[in-house]
Nanobody
Framework: QLQLVESGGGLVQAGGSLRLSCAAS????????MGWFRQAPGKEREFVAA????????YYVDSVKGRFTISRDNARNTVYLQMNSLKPEDTAVYYC????????????????WGQGTQVTVSS
């Protein structure tokens, strides 16, 4: 079993940056692909980014391409989401999740989820 804990959220002005971290417990972290999702108030949770087991492959939703970067450090059991040029529409609770599939974008493909971290971007 894998436990995930996100951190790094907060309040930032538009155009600013944040780096989210997701720390995983357990020795099997490197056996899972990882993803980030977000849920804005009143909206469904949506896919943001995913990364493969060793970090060699990534995939992003179009709205964050060129602004967000997903990465992972298997030695530290941690996945990151670097968010630059933040916009008010990026405001959401951000969740990390683990999957045994290859770069999926669907929620149901992910087996483990963190509790989420709030990101608020002011205009």
């Amino acid at each position: 079993q894998l436990q995930l804990v996100e951190s790094g959220g907060g309040l930032v002005q538009a155009g600013g940056s944040l780096r989210l971290s997701c720390a995983a417990s357990g020795r099997t972290f490197r056996s899972y692909g990882m993803g980030w999702f977000r849920q804005a108030p009143g909206k469904e949770r949506e896919f943001v980014a995913a990364i493969s087991l060793r970090g060699g492959r990534t995939y992003y939703v179009d709205s964050v391409k060129g602004r967000f970067t997903i990465s992972r450090d298997n030695a530290r059991n941690t996945v990151y989401l670097q968010m630059n040029s933040l916009k008010p529409e990026d405001t959401a609770v951000y969740y990390c999740a683990a999957t045994v599939k290859v770069l999926p974008t669907e929620e149901y493909a992910y087996d483990y989820w963190g509790q989420g971290t709030q990101v608020t971007v002011s205009s």
